[in-house]
């Protein structure tokens, strides 16, 4: 069964400093990655995601996240915090980019900026 | 473009109430969701559609019916509310081909007392 833990509900970050919010999964086939941002009153939105190919995948606002197939994990960075990317983050894991019923969410991580 | 639209986006219920969250989507998507989201607890899904005429249950459909009549709408109806479903809504359309993108709604916040 799939499953995914993001280690972290809230992380607070100063302006500038970098973003590191951590997600790992366990699938018992290769899985499909996706990374969501909640902004306050708002749905979800896609920022980022991995299906097959380069492990390494650059999403919107800058963030870019690496699947680690040898550690599970495809953890969510960017290398200088804006106080705009204050918001809660979702990892999300798939078996079939096909087939929504199949998509996991994590609890969310909350990220704060720092002036 | 407006994309998932939900309605309404607050209500309070008294327990053992019914009411309907409409959604309803322009992106001629097949596939439709909904979910409600619990402080801590992530997204959980109730029910799911993958067209017109077809639903299915997700992980928590206890307390809840769906119908999708068109490709557009898909209304989720609270039957006898329950403070346990106390939650922020949403709907959400897309899922299906090579991209996998879930759109999602802004949400509806239900309260019951």
Not at chain 1, 73 to 83: G, R
Not at chain 2, 46 to 75: H, L, M, Q
Request: glycine share 10%; aromatic share 12%; with cysteine.
């Amino acid at each position: 069964a799939q499953s995914v833990t993001q280690l972290g509900s809230h992380v607070s970050v100063s302006e500038g400093a970098l973003v590191l919010l951590r997600c790992n999964y366990s699938s018992s086939v290769p899985p499909y990655l996706f990374w969501y941002v909640q902004y306050p009153n708002q749905g979800l939105q896609l920022l980022l995601k991995y299906t097959t190919g380069a492990t390494l995948v650059k999403g919107i606002n800058g963030f870019e996240a690496e699947f680690k197939k040898s550690e599970t994990s495809f953890h969510l960075t960017k290398p200088s915090a804006h106080m705009s990317d204050a918001a809660e983050y979702f990892c999300a894991v798939s078996e079939s980019w096909s087939s929504a019923s199949k998509i996991i969410f994590g609890s969310g991580t909350r990220l704060s900026i720092r002036p | 473009n407006a994309g998932v639209t939900q309605t309404p986006k607050f209500r309070i219920l008294k327990i053992g109430q019914s009411m309907t969250l409409q959604c309803t989507q322009d992106m001629n998507h097949n596939y439709m969701y909904w979910y409600r989201q619990d402080p801590g607890m992530g997204l959980k899904l109730i029910y799911y559609s993958v067209g017109a005429g077809i639903t299915d249950k997700g992980e928590v459909p206890n307390g809840y019916n769906v119908s999708r009549s068109t490709t557009e709408d898909f209304p989720l109806r609270l039957e006898l509310a329950a403070p346990s479903q106390t939650s922020v809504y949403f709907c959400a359309s897309g899922g299906e081909g090579d991209t996998g993108e879930l759109f999602f709604g802004e949400g509806s916040r239900l309260t019951v007392l």
